[in-house]
């Protein structure tokens, strides 16, 4: 209860980044599912913004509260993007895809002139590699994949080098991302090198796109129970 009330106390205070006229990316996950909402009771009260989604759960939340809304193709540039993360080190390096939108994720994050992430102070860490590295593969050849993500992890010192394919909880089958991919989950518990772990990722055929953001965030605002923190690089 405290850690959704961080994760709300950090998505509000998101919302002095959002300005009339702004194309807003709109990050997936449950610390901006309450960004979506607090967006809609501003689009109500006169705000005038339109959001790119990050994933099909966000675009079905935000047509749900009224944020006006474009599709990717209807835009060359972003204002700001606002999204979750699952771990944040002091270098505003991140790990995304715990709900597995990485691949869209990043793609709206890149091309927006701004980043902030919106997170509960728990996700702030020394090292990442904590949480799994969530890496979005084709479904063709993923076990091949696999293996080659294990030796990336290996090559670039890290400490743990098991990868999962992810499965739903409910019925055990692969999870599916929006773009009809696998998700591996890296469990590489301290990544050495996150910009080397990165390019090697980058270098495996059949990996798409992987859930190290780095030198995308310039701004993140941890969440406490009782206010937030607003960190810039
Ligand atoms: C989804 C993400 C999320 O931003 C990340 O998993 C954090 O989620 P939450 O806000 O629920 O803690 O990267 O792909």
Same mark, same amino acid.
């Given at each position: 209860?405290?850690?959704?009330?961080?994760?709300?106390?950090?998505?509000?205070?998101?919302?002095?980044?959002?300005?009339?006229?702004?194309?807003?990316?709109?990050?997936?996950?449950?610390?901006?599912?309450?960004?979506?909402?607090?967006?809609? =009771? %501003? @689009? /109500?009260?006169? +705000?005038?913004?339109? #959001?790119?989604?990050?994933? *099909?759960?966000?675009?079905?939340?935000?047509?749900?509260?009224?944020?006006?809304?474009?599709?990717?193709?209807?835009?060359?540039?972003?204002?700001?993007?606002?999204?979750?993360?699952?771990?944040?080190?002091?270098?505003?390096?991140?790990?995304?895809?715990?709900?597995?939108?990485?691949?869209?994720?990043?793609?709206?994050?890149?091309?927006?002139?701004?980043?902030?992430?919106?997170?509960?102070?728990?996700?702030?860490?020394?090292?990442?590699?904590?949480?799994?590295?969530?890496?979005?593969?084709?479904?063709?050849?993923?076990?091949?994949?696999? =293996? %080659? @993500? /294990?030796?990336? +992890?290996?090559?670039? #010192?890290?400490?743990?080098? *098991?990868?999962?394919?992810?499965?739903?909880?409910?019925?055990?089958?692969?999870?599916?991302?929006?773009?009809?991919?696998?998700?591996?989950?890296?469990?590489?518990?301290?990544?050495?090198?996150?910009?080397?772990?990165?390019?090697?990722?980058?270098?495996?055929?059949?990996?798409?796109?992987?859930?190290?953001?780095?030198?995308?965030?310039?701004?993140?605002?941890?969440?406490?129970?009782?206010?937030?923190?607003?960190?810039?690089?």
């Amino acid at each position: 209860m405290s850690a959704d009330l961080a994760k709300q106390n950090a998505a509000r205070a998101a919302l002095d980044y959002v300005k009339d006229g702004m194309i807003v990316g709109l990050g997936t996950g449950s610390t901006s599912a309450h960004l979506v909402r607090f967006l809609g =009771e %501003r @689009v /109500r009260d006169g +705000l005038k913004i339109r #959001g790119v989604p990050t994933s *099909e759960a966000t675009r079905n939340l935000a047509e749900q509260v009224g944020v006006p809304l474009l599709e990717i193709s209807q835009v060359t540039a972003l204002d700001v993007d606002i999204d979750g993360a699952d771990e944040i080190d002091p270098g505003f390096r991140l790990i995304k895809g715990g709900g597995g939108a990485l691949l869209r994720e990043k793609i709206v994050a890149a091309a927006s002139r701004q980043m902030v992430v919106i997170a509960d102070e728990t996700k702030w860490v020394k090292t990442l590699g904590e949480f799994p590295l969530p890496v979005e593969v084709t479904r063709f050849g993923f076990m091949l994949t696999l =293996e %080659r @993500v /294990r030796e990336a +992890l290996r090559a670039t #010192g890290c400490a743990g080098d *098991e990868v999962s394919l992810r499965t739903s909880g409910k019925s055990n089958e692969p999870v599916i991302t929006d773009g009809g991919n696998y998700i591996l989950d890296a469990h590489a518990r301290k990544i050495a090198d996150p910009d080397a772990l990165g390019d090697a990722l980058k270098r495996v055929a059949g990996v798409v796109e992987h859930g190290l953001f780095i030198g995308l965030a310039q701004t993140v605002i941890l969440g406490r129970a009782d206010g937030a923190e607003i960190k810039t690089l």
